[in-house]
């Protein structure tokens, strides 16, 4: 059946009440209904602003695809987070010339550097709502039959979507499946490295502080959109001229306080707060203590095999700052369940309250109490082998094995129209996979990688159970199911390494053109190990498609219910975070983590002073405290603070991919850009604690401060139309 939303009526009763605490990253359309709670914050915009994405400031806010940005010039001026830009820093750097450590300062255009050849800005341009389209006819069908029908689908509207040239357009679900949305964003493929400032400043603190408040970290970096002479996407040429984008933010110079209302418009990632306490449970019990402890043993590889060889260590920096993060977020969030009361009982008790209330509601009650029980039973079935669904995929993917698979992927695919294609191997993803493969030189090393396959195959023997185990797998490594070791496992390594030319970059080009029958003909030994694990990835992808899609049929009926209850009780509707454009609002707050502990909600540069120690990560450039020493920048400093303010904290309802996003004031104008959570946040994205929860922000004065006293950008402060000294 086609389930039905929530009456227009009573979306506006329910966002009316939404929480005191600025809980919800809402979907621009529903803004107008907040209007009254917005203007009670202190928005001077009109609310109807915040909906429309052809008009300032939502067409200035930009993806990355993974962190958001916008526009602050007429000339595609791109201002984003330092750990955003940091792979495009990293992909320029070399032993000779860090700019990890220096920092870049692009003194012209002509100087500005190519980014990664997959680096993209993407502009949203229209979201339209597809769910009819998406879900009619689907009763009635199997799992593999439904995930094949919305996939074929999502394919045809986004092939439509695309047609014009210079798109990117998905199909996104919202609500578990409930609504289906789809969205059409310009893609400008031409992206350059304009500015960053050095490490000690734009990471500083380091790992030690991620997360962490107090912090003083520098944590932005400028971008450039690139188009062709005739306004139009086009891939990277000298040529290229810079992109005029519609309309760009405006950096505010009047200073904030607290109390202040806030708001930040991005492209958060993923929260969980409709999942069910299984698989609360399933996270907390195996999920995060499992990707913890592989992630130490990840970083620890890394850090022993690139040792001495700072080649090696700058082309996996970006990987170890990413994997660092990870690290730390889940610990976070394992550690913040484990000060709660019971989470999993938590969500329990919500779930036991939704099912009295659902058998008070007659026959469609009772069909929602059986959908729900269906999709435990399915959710149970999923978690019986997530062993085998997390390792052996593990063991095909990343560095040489997986380039590999994606070549022989790929020439298997070719071979089908278009529109049958995998997603990632689609003509609208030609461009991605050639960067892919021109890129990895800048990321790889086969000695580093060779110890990250051998961590990860040793995970699978290990854990993966006998009844689970994959053949192909089994048999390339010449091990029974039972074995938890593979004898010679170095040597067979040795000779998978030895024996590959994908380390090539021509090589790797030129088997993007290879049929199937080529690379199943081939001797590399990559190539090899591709043919005979492809089959079972396959297989164990026709399983989760089918999975997927019953899944698909269950969930949208659990958040229908959950909705429906949830506006019983006037309690605010949101959907979980996808990826997709939401806007979030609070004030600049502080918080008490602890008994007679109080944060308050600015750092300023004296607390730069009393952390540095001279020691990464705490080593500001000399220039730095030379500067702050000499009283540098008055007119950058806050009144009520008697010094420049380098970070702020604030209550608005963020989480990852919002990384980036610019943090604006009731007038629209940028006063900061958000780059992290608190740690005693980190679990909101499965339980919303309005007491703990906080963002923080890298304040725009501090960036003017440093971009106009220690980096000398003042070309990049006059283009954003700035005073300076």
């Given at each position: 059946?086609?389930?039905?939303?929530?009456?227009?009526?009573?979306v506006v009763?329910?966002?009316?009440?939404?929480?005191?605490?600025?809980?919800?990253?809402?979907?621009?359309?529903?803004m107008?209904?907040?209007?009254?709670?917005?203007?009670?914050?202190?928005?001077?915009i009109?609310?109807?602003d915040?909906?429309?994405?052809?008009?300032?400031?939502?067409?200035?806010?930009?993806?990355?695809?993974?962190?958001?940005?916008s526009?602050?010039s007429?000339?595609?001026?791109?201002?984003?987070?330092?750990?955003c830009?940091?792979?495009?820093?990293?992909y320029?750097?070399?032993?000779?010339?860090?700019?990890?450590?220096?920092?870049?300062?692009?003194?012209?255009?002509?100087?500005?550097?190519?980014?990664?050849?997959?680096?993209?800005?993407?502009?949203?341009?229209?979201?339209?709502?597809?769910?009819?389209?998406?879900?009619?006819?689907?009763?009635?069908?199997?799992?593999?039959?439904?995930?094949?029908?919305i996939?074929?689908?999502s394919?045809?509207l986004?092939?439509?979507?695309?047609?014009?040239?210079?798109?990117?357009?998905?199909?996104?679900?919202?609500?578990?499946?409930?609504?289906?949305?789809?969205?059409?964003?310009?893609?400008?493929?031409?992206?350059r490295?304009?500015?960053?400032?050095?490490?000690?400043?734009?990471?500083?603190?380091?790992?030690e502080?991620?997360f962490?408040?107090?912090?003083?970290?520098g944590?932005?970096?400028?971008?450039?959109a690139?188009?062709?002479?005739?306004?139009?996407?086009a891939?990277?040429s000298?040529?290229n001229?810079?992109?005029?984008?519609?309309?760009?933010?405006?950096?505010?110079?009047?200073?904030?306080?607290?109390?202040?209302?806030?708001?930040?418009?991005?492209?958060?990632?993923?929260?969980?707060?409709?999942?069910?306490?299984?698989?609360?449970?399933?996270?907390?019990d195996?999920?995060?203590?499992?990707?913890v402890?592989?992630?130490?043993?990840?970083?620890?590889?890394?850090?022993?095999?690139?040792?001495?060889?700072?080649?090696?260590?700058?082309?996996y920096?970006?990987?170890?700052?990413?994997?660092?993060?990870?690290?730390?977020?889940?610990q976070?969030?394992?550690?913040?369940f484990?000060?709660?009361?019971?989470?999993?009982?938590m969500?329990?008790?919500?779930?036991?309250?939704?099912?009295?209330?659902?058998?008070?509601?007659?026959?469609?009650?009772k069909?929602?109490?059986?959908?729900?029980?269906?999709?435990?039973?399915?959710?149970?079935?999923?978690?019986?082998?997530?062993?085998?669904?997390?390792?052996?995929?593990?063991?095909a993917?990343?560095?040489?094995?997986?380039?590999?698979?994606?070549?022989?992927?790929n020439?298997?695919?070719?071979?089908?129209?278009?529109?049958?294609?995998e997603?990632?191997?689609?003509?609208?993803?030609?461009?991605?996979?050639?960067?892919?493969?021109?890129?990895?030189?800048?990321?790889?090393?086969?000695?580093?990688?060779?110890?990250?396959?051998?961590l990860?195959?040793?995970?699978?023997?290990?854990?993966?159970?006998?009844?689970?185990?994959?053949?192909?797998?089994?048999?390339w490594?010449?091990?029974?199911?039972g074995?938890?070791?593979?004898?010679?496992?170095d040597?067979?390594?040795?000779?998978?390494?030895?024996?590959?030319?994908l380390?090539d970059?021509?090589?790797?080009?030129?088997?993007?053109?290879?049929d199937?029958a080529?690379?199943?003909?081939?001797?590399?030994?990559?190539?090899?190990?591709?043919?005979?694990?492809?089959?079972?990835?396959l297989?164990?992808?026709?399983?989760?498609?089918?999975?997927?899609?019953?899944?698909?049929?269950?969930?949208?009926?659990?958040?229908?219910?959950?909705?429906?209850?949830?506006?019983?009780q006037?309690?605010?509707?949101?959907?979980?975070a996808?990826?997709?454009?939401?806007?979030?609002?609070?004030?600049?707050?502080g918080?008490s983590?602890?008994?007679?502990?109080?944060?308050?909600?600015?750092?300023?540069?004296?607390?730069i002073?009393?952390?540095?120690?001279?020691?990464?990560?705490?080593?500001?450039?000399?220039?730095?405290l030379?500067?702050?020493?000499?009283?540098?920048?008055?007119?950058?400093r806050?009144?009520?603070?008697?010094?420049?303010?380098?970070?702020f904290l604030?209550?608005?309802?963020?989480?990852?991919?919002?990384?980036?996003?610019?943090?604006?004031?009731?007038?629209?104008?940028?006063?900061?850009l958000?780059?992290?959570?608190?740690?005693?946040?980190?679990?909101?994205?499965?339980?919303?604690?309005?007491?703990?929860?906080?963002?923080?922000?890298?304040?725009?004065?501090?960036?003017r401060?440093?971009?106009?006293?220690?980096?000398?950008?003042?070309?990049?402060?006059?283009?954003?139309?700035?005073?300076?000294?």
């Amino acid at each position: 059946m086609h389930l039905r939303l929530l009456p227009a009526a009573l979306v506006v009763a329910v966002l009316s009440t939404a929480a005191s605490a600025d809980e919800g990253m809402w979907q621009p359309k529903q803004m107008p209904e907040l209007a009254a709670q917005l203007k009670a914050r202190g928005l001077q915009i009109a609310p109807e602003d915040l909906s429309n994405l052809a008009a300032k400031p939502l067409d200035a806010v930009i993806s990355l695809g993974g962190c958001t940005a916008s526009f602050v010039s007429p000339q595609g001026l791109v201002i984003t987070n330092h750990h955003c830009v940091y792979g495009a820093v990293a992909y320029n750097s070399t032993p000779e010339n860090d700019l990890l450590a220096n920092g870049f300062v692009a003194g012209s255009f002509a100087d500005e550097l190519p980014a990664d050849p997959n680096a993209r800005v993407y502009v949203t341009q229209a979201i339209t709502d597809v769910t009819d389209r998406i879900v009619e006819g689907l009763d009635g069908m199997d799992g593999k039959g439904r995930y094949d029908a919305i996939d074929a689908r999502s394919k045809a509207l986004v092939a439509q979507c695309e047609e014009p040239g210079g798109l990117r357009c998905n199909v996104y679900n919202f609500n578990g499946g409930l609504e289906f949305s789809l969205i059409r964003q310009l893609e400008i493929e031409d992206v350059r490295l304009v500015y960053a400032p050095p490490a000690s400043i734009g990471k500083y603190g380091g790992d030690e502080d991620n997360f962490e408040w107090p912090r003083h970290t520098g944590d932005w970096g400028f971008l450039r959109a690139y188009v062709g002479k005739d306004g139009k996407p086009a891939p990277y040429s000298k040529d290229n001229v810079p992109f005029e984008p519609e309309s760009w933010l405006t950096v505010s110079q009047e200073p904030l306080a607290a109390g202040d209302y806030v708001m930040v418009t991005g492209y958060p990632g993923r929260t969980n707060r409709y999942r069910l306490a299984s698989e609360v449970k399933d996270t907390i019990d195996y999920g995060y203590p499992e990707s913890v402890a592989y992630f130490k043993d990840y970083l620890s590889t890394i850090e022993r095999t690139t040792a001495g060889d700072k080649a090696a260590a700058l082309k996996y920096a970006s990987t170890v700052a990413g994997i660092n993060n990870a690290l730390k977020l889940y610990q976070g969030q394992l550690d913040g369940f484990a000060q709660m009361d019971d989470p999993v009982g938590m969500k329990r008790a919500r779930e036991d309250a939704l099912k009295a209330w659902l058998a008070q509601r007659g026959a469609e009650g009772k069909a929602q109490v059986e959908a729900l029980a269906d999709l435990e039973r399915e959710l149970a079935a999923d978690e019986a082998t997530r062993e085998r669904d997390r390792w052996f995929p593990s063991v095909a993917s990343g560095g040489l094995t997986g380039t590999a698979v994606s070549l022989y992927r790929n020439a298997i695919e070719q071979a089908k129209p278009d529109a049958e294609r995998e997603s990632g191997y689609q003509e609208r993803d030609a461009a991605r996979l050639e960067g892919r493969m021109k890129s990895m030189d800048k990321r790889y090393d086969a000695n580093v990688d060779k110890a990250l396959m051998k961590l990860r195959i040793e995970r699978y023997l290990a854990q993966v159970p006998a009844e689970h185990r994959v053949p192909e797998l089994d048999r390339w490594l010449g091990v029974g199911t039972g074995d938890k070791s593979a004898p010679g496992l170095d040597a067979k390594l040795d000779a998978l390494y030895a024996g590959s030319r994908l380390g090539d970059e021509a090589v790797r080009l030129q088997l993007l053109e290879a049929d199937r029958a080529a690379i199943e003909a081939s001797d590399d030994s990559a190539l090899q190990f591709a043919v005979q694990v492809v089959p079972a990835l396959l297989r164990l992808e026709d399983e989760g498609e089918a999975r997927s899609g019953r899944i698909s049929a269950l969930r949208p009926q659990f958040m229908q219910a959950m909705i429906d209850f949830n506006a019983s009780q006037g309690k605010p509707v949101y959907p979980d975070a996808n990826s997709s454009l939401r806007i979030t609002f609070g004030t600049v707050r502080g918080y008490s983590p602890r008994d007679a502990v109080q944060m308050e909600p600015f750092t300023t540069l004296a607390g730069i002073v009393e952390k540095d120690t001279g020691v990464e990560p705490f080593d500001a450039p000399k220039a730095e405290l030379e500067a702050i020493a000499a009283g540098k920048g008055a007119q950058y400093r806050m009144e009520s603070l008697g010094d420049v303010p380098v970070n702020f904290l604030s209550d608005v309802d963020t989480t990852g991919g919002n990384s980036g996003s610019p943090t604006l004031n009731g007038k629209g104008e940028i006063v900061g850009l958000l780059f992290d959570g608190n740690y005693e946040s980190l679990s909101a994205d499965w339980i919303f604690n309005p007491d703990l929860t906080r963002s923080i922000h890298v304040d725009t004065r501090y960036m003017r401060w440093v971009m106009d006293e220690i980096d000398h950008a003042e070309r990049l402060l006059e283009e954003m139309g700035l005073p300076h000294d």
